[in-house]
């Protein structure tokens, strides 16, 4: 009887320490998260264009980590990043992340930027894409402290040929392929959001965000295909005017998808971030906290 009680002991021990940190990005100008929240949030506070405008974010009734989103474009044109960054966060936040989707023009300008970033915050982290775990000898590894992988976005929603623009699992095995080993330590970041992707005469002409299948009624939209459906009349969808004839590719994410994302990761993580809070009402969190 106590041996059992021992090994039952050593399991549920074990099992608790393969379970990981769950927390969310908040991508919204507007901060309506109540106090209350247990869950660490990612804030975006800071939207840089490529021209060096920016649109600034704040909560006041939350702990946060601040997170910087930078137009790629913003270090083709010297765009002055470090002093935007500096006047509008404070040194005293305990980790600051930037999202940017560099490239091989842009990286030299880009880590030099990190670098500096180093010297006035305690901790800084960086968004990483699929690409750029694939191809690291070209993009290079951002000098940072540690970093997301994105694994999601990781297709053309402009290609009308596109499955899931959100996340496509066969579209991500192709990059994880082969995989030998990132220099930073890396967590991971998931979709629990869904959009619809406008197809008109052919081609992509809107995105509408917060789409979902259960939405689409027989009346109104007829399925073609997997997730696609023909619009059968002229209406305002969400918002949107979309017109008899047009095609609706719905992309959304299920939990089952979510736990297969999971399966195909080759490197231990720590904590999954998802992507967004402000689409949380539709997921039961108990099993995001699970996956």
Same mark, same amino acid.
């Given at each position: 009887?106590?041996?059992?009680?021992?090994?039952?002991?050593?399991?549920?021990?074990?099992?608790?320490?393969?379970?990981?940190?769950?927390?969310?990005?908040?991508?919204?100008?507007?901060?309506?998260?109540?106090?209350?929240?247990?869950?660490?949030?990612?804030?975006?506070?800071?939207?840089?264009?490529?021209?060096?405008?920016?649109?600034?974010?704040?909560?006041?009734?939350?702990?946060? @980590?601040?997170?910087? +989103?930078?137009?790629?474009?913003?270090?083709?044109? !010297?765009?002055? %990043?470090?002093?935007?960054?500096? &006047? #509008?966060?404070?040194?005293?936040?305990?980790?600051?992340?930037?999202?940017?989707?560099?490239?091989?023009?842009?990286?030299?300008?880009?880590?030099?930027?990190?670098?500096?970033?180093?010297?006035?915050?305690?901790?800084?982290?960086?968004?990483?894409?699929?690409?750029?775990?694939?191809?690291?000898?070209?993009?290079?590894?951002?000098?940072?402290?540690?970093?997301?992988?994105?694994?999601?976005?990781?297709?053309?929603?402009?290609?009308?040929?596109?499955?899931?623009?959100?996340?496509?699992?066969?579209?991500?095995?192709?990059?994880?392929?082969?995989?030998?080993?990132?220099?930073?330590?890396?967590?991971?970041?998931?979709?629990?959001?869904?959009?619809? @992707?406008?197809?008109? +005469?052919?081609?992509?002409?809107?995105?509408?965000? !917060?789409?979902? %299948?259960?939405?689409?009624?027989? &009346? #109104?939209?007829?399925?073609?295909?997997?997730?696609?459906?023909?619009?059968?009349?002229?209406?305002?969808?969400?918002?949107?005017?979309?017109?008899?004839?047009?095609?609706?590719?719905?992309?959304?994410?299920?939990?089952?998808?979510?736990?297969?994302?999971?399966?195909?990761?080759?490197?231990?993580?720590?904590?999954?971030?998802?992507?967004?809070?402000?689409?949380?009402?539709?997921?039961?969190?108990?099993?995001?906290?699970?996956?």
């Amino acid at each position: 009887m106590r041996l059992f009680v021992i090994l039952s002991s050593l399991i549920f021990l074990l099992g608790c320490d393969n379970r990981r940190d769950i927390a969310f990005y908040h991508w919204k100008s507007s901060c309506n998260i109540d106090s209350s929240f247990k869950y660490p949030i990612y804030l975006k506070v800071l939207d840089i264009s490529s021209n060096g405008t920016y649109i600034k974010s704040r909560c006041k009734n939350i702990k946060y @980590t601040p997170v910087v +989103y930078i137009d790629n474009g913003a270090f083709k044109n !010297g765009i002055n %990043i470090s002093e935007i960054v500096l &006047k #509008n966060i404070s040194k005293n936040k305990k980790e600051v992340q930037f999202d940017c989707d560099w490239t091989q023009s842009t990286k030299e300008s880009y880590f030099k930027f990190l670098k500096e970033m180093r010297k006035h915050y305690n901790r800084i982290t960086a968004t990483i894409r699929l690409h750029q775990i694939k191809y690291q000898k070209n993009t290079g590894v951002p000098p940072v402290n540690g970093g997301v992988l994105m694994l999601y976005n990781m297709s053309d929603f402009l290609d009308i040929r596109t499955k899931n623009y959100i996340l496509d699992l066969a579209e991500a095995k192709k990059y994880l392929k082969d995989f030998k080993g990132y220099p930073l330590k890396l967590d991971l970041a998931l979709p629990i959001y869904s959009m619809g @992707t406008l197809i008109r +005469y052919g081609r992509v002409v809107k995105l509408i965000d !917060g789409v979902k %299948i259960k939405d689409l009624d027989s &009346k #109104n939209f007829k399925h073609i295909k997997t997730n696609r459906y023909e619009v059968l009349k002229t209406q305002y969808f969400k918002g949107t005017l979309i017109y008899k004839g047009d095609i609706l590719r719905v992309d959304e994410v299920s939990l089952d998808m979510l736990k297969r994302a999971v399966s195909i990761i080759p490197f231990n993580f720590d904590r999954i971030i998802y992507f967004r809070y402000s689409n949380l009402g539709s997921w039961d969190i108990k099993q995001l906290e699970n996956i």
